[in-house]
């Protein structure tokens, strides 16, 4: 099975830069995801990881270290439209996502 | 990337009665779907996985027949929840992945409300 961590909720300024860590245990593992999902919303896909290393895309990159079970997704310049939640998910073999919890992120003025 | 459509968006039914949802992929052949559920404040639960011409496979915990699914066509799955009870009120969520894809792609999802 998969286990999945992440923080509950993260609070930022408009401007600022937040980082929203994930860590996690699988029994398989075929890439790991970082996803935004909006209330009442399904989710959008925002990045992919499947080899160690940093990837960037615009103002949201998203690291990942394979031996340490560890990924963490960044965004820069928070603008108040990026207050929603953030899923961090591992895929398997069988392309099957288990997904953390959710990191909900309030932007602030 | 492709695009997957669910229907409905919203239903509510009455206890009792059954929901069928749909799922969609619009420009690409689905050789798999996923179907998910997610009640407030919680993640995505994988209930089943459906390949194409094939049985479903569910996940630990979920009735099969409760929640069918029928992945008849590469561009259409269904999730047909029988005899809802207010329980099962909650966000359905269907993805769809091409033999090619590397990642999967979500439908806008279904909300559904069994009163």
């Known amino acids: 099975g998969q286990n999945i961590d992440q923080p509950t909720e993260m609070t930022a300024t408009e401007g600022a830069i937040v980082q929203i860590n994930c860590t996690y245990q699988t029994s398989g593992f075929n890439g790991l995801f970082w996803y935004q999902q909006h209330a009442g919303e399904a989710p959008t896909f925002l990045s992919y990881n499947v080899l160690d290393g940093l990837e960037e895309k615009g103002r949201f990159s998203s690291f990942l270290s394979r031996s340490k079970g560890y990924s963490y997704l960044l965004l820069k310049e928070l603008q108040m439209k990026d207050s929603a939640s953030y899923l961090c998910a591992v895929r398997d073999g069988d392309y099957k996502l288990s997904f953390g919890a959710g990191t909900t992120v309030t932007v602030r003025a | 990337g492709a695009v997957v459509s669910q229907h409905p968006s919203w239903v509510i039914c009455k206890s009792g009665t059954s929901v069928k949802i749909e799922c969609r992929s619009l420009?690409?052949?689905?050789?798999?779907m996923f179907w998910y559920r997610q009640f407030p404040k919680q993640s995505l639960m994988l209930m089943a996985t459906s390949n194409e011409g094939s049985k479903a496979t569910y996940e630990q915990g979920v009735e099969k027949d409760k929640f069918l699914i029928n992945h008849a066509s590469l561009t259409l799955s269904t999730l047909t929840v029988t005899s809802a009870h207010p329980e099962d009120s909650s966000f359905y969520i269907c993805s769809a992945r091409g033999k090619a894809e590397t990642e999967a792609f979500f439908g806008q999802g279904t909300r559904l409300t069994v009163v």
């Open positions: 420009d690409f052949q689905a050789t798999t």
